[in-house]
């Protein structure tokens, strides 16, 4: 019986059924000149309630609960055991339970289009990006290449100074496609850590002679703040932490103050953790950018931040470390104050 059809034929089933047996028992009636009395009524009565009872149900099962239950258990699979533990525990209440189990439906189904949605524009900003960052050192390179074309090889003043300038846009390349890399192979959880213990104190010393020099041109003090107990031994990735460090300080330099900068390195030591402290006293950043301040790409300041050569990518890759850790960072910061990134390793 087809589904379109089946109202109609529910009650046609079940009208049926009870007119043949009225018309039953009436012939019984006539048949055997069987006179109307109380009894005669009362089993009259007792017979159609049986028959348009088994009729009834035997039509709602037939034609609408089975229906509903393959409904149910078709979208409420996702739901699992216990789902389908309750519904073979539960027959009475299939249409409450239906109904349930497609708002629930419904509700997911709406929070994934949300979040496509979301990624959708997340991938076309982040294709922008992409070409954004990559048509500057593109064009260069081209403009470079056609002006040495042009007679500029044979010019002594300029051939060498182009072609410094058209590998330093090479290295800039590089360095977006390198970045992004790692950022995927972070996000597709192909890179592995290589944890081991280590002094983050030590570290964090090496980190501030590497940069000592960058930092002096700048005019910016690194001030490491030595804890209590000088060694602080953490279980991660050497080399990663390294990379965190290097970046968060960089990054304190490119955008502290142009003069008299101020870049301090705190430790804290909490029961299970090492909570790593990079404060400057720079330019800061507005709090309508702090939960963006770790998206690939993004930036406050594009023109200086392109001016310092950076990818606009060392957060993002920063972040994406820390978490691979299982640990977290954050940061905060006042326009003109400065800015602090924080962000724990575990205690070895």
Not at 49 to 55: D, E, K, L, W
Not at 255 to 281: M, Q, T
Request: no cysteine; proline share 2%; charged share 25%.
């Amino acid at each position: 019986m087809s589904i379109k059809h089946a109202p109609r034929n529910v009650a046609l089933l079940n009208a049926a059924v009870i007119t043949l047996t009225f018309l039953s028992i009436y012939g019984v009636m006539v048949l055997t000149g069987m006179q109307l009395n109380a009894g005669f009524l009362f089993l009259t009565a007792v017979i159609l309630f049986t028959a348009a009872y088994i009729s009834v149900y035997y039509s709602l099962n037939r034609f609408i609960y089975n229906r509903l239950k393959v409904i149910y258990k078709t979208i409420g699979k996702w739901h699992g055991t216990q789902r389908r533990q309750q519904t073979d525990n539960n027959q009475d209440d299939i249409l409450g339970m239906v109904n349930q189990v497609v708002l629930e439906w419904h509700d997911e189904q709406q929070q994934k289009i949300d979040e496509l949605q979301k990624m959708e524009a997340y991938r076309r900003e982040f294709l922008g990006n992409v070409s954004h960052e990559l048509k500057t050192p593109i064009f260069n390179i081209q403009g470079y290449i056609l002006s040495l074309l042009d007679g500029g090889l044979k010019d002594e003043k300029i051939n060498k100074k182009f072609l410094k300038k058209t590998a330093k846009s090479v290295d800039r390349m590089i360095a977006i496609v390198q970045d992004l890399e790692e950022i995927s192979k972070f996000e597709s959880g192909v890179l592995n850590l290589n944890e081991s213990v280590f002094d983050i104190n030590e570290l964090t010393r090496e980190v501030a002679e590497f940069l000592e020099v960058k930092a002096e041109k700048n005019n910016t003090e690194i001030v490491i703040k030595e804890p209590e107990n000088r060694k602080l031994k953490v279980m991660a990735d050497k080399v990663r932490i390294r990379q965190v460090l290097v970046n968060l300080v960089d990054n304190a330099i490119n955008y502290g103050k142009p003069e008299n900068g101020r870049i301090v390195i705190s430790f804290y030591d909490f029961h299970d953790n090492i909570l790593v402290e990079v404060s400057d006293n720079g330019i800061g950043i507005p709090e309508v950018f702090l939960p963006r301040i770790f998206e690939r790409f993004f930036r406050v300041d594009k023109s200086r931040s392109r001016e310092k050569g950076g990818t606009g990518l060392g957060l993002a890759i920063v972040k994406h470390i820390i978490e691979a850790h299982r640990q977290s960072i954050t940061v905060r910061s006042k326009p003109g104050k400065g800015t602090t990134f924080s962000f724990t390793l575990k205690k070895a």
